[in-house]
Nanobody, 127 residues
Framework: VQLQASGGGLVPAGGSLRLSCVAS????????GGWFRQFPGKAREFVAG????????YYGDSVKGRFAISRDNAKNTMSLQMNSLKPEDTAEYYC?????????????????????WGQGTLVTVSS
């Protein structure tokens, strides 16, 4: 699966952005999906995850209640709706997929269980 992320940009604190990830290749619906972010000099941080069917979602503690992950398997897309953005959300955001055979809650959150990554899209939240 090859992934293409888009939707980043500059937004004031309290604003919203919607990130999109388009998958090409076969069998996108058989893969778990996730969004991660990376701050300069830091390791990638889990933001949100979704099961291959879309019936389970997971969120990092810092984004719970503000962000929402979704997917449309018919369109091979995955999205991250980000509301009530804060300056500390400023980061490079990456979408990723991983094989559905790893289906534990942990596998939905750990970068090492994702094997396809899109290029990053930069989100900047001004104060």
């Amino acid at each position: 699966v090859q992934l293409q992320a888009s939707g980043g940009g500059l937004v004031p604190a309290g604003g919203s952005l919607r990130l999109s990830c388009v998958a090409s290749g076969r069998n996108f619906s058989r893969y778990r999906g996730g969004w991660f972010r990376q701050f300069p000099g830091k390791a990638r941080e889990f933001v949100a995850g979704i099961s291959w069917l879309g019936d389970r979602t997971y969120y990092g503690d810092s984004v719970k209640g503000r962000f929402a992950i979704s997917r449309d398997n018919a369109k091979n897309t995955m999205s991250l709706q980000m509301n009530s953005l804060k300056p500390e959300d400023t980061a490079e955001y990456y979408c990723a997929t991983g094989p559905s055979r790893y289906s534990t809650d942990y596998a939905h959150k750990a970068p090492r269980y994702f094997d396809s990554w899109g290029q990053g899209t930069l989100v900047t939240v001004s104060s």
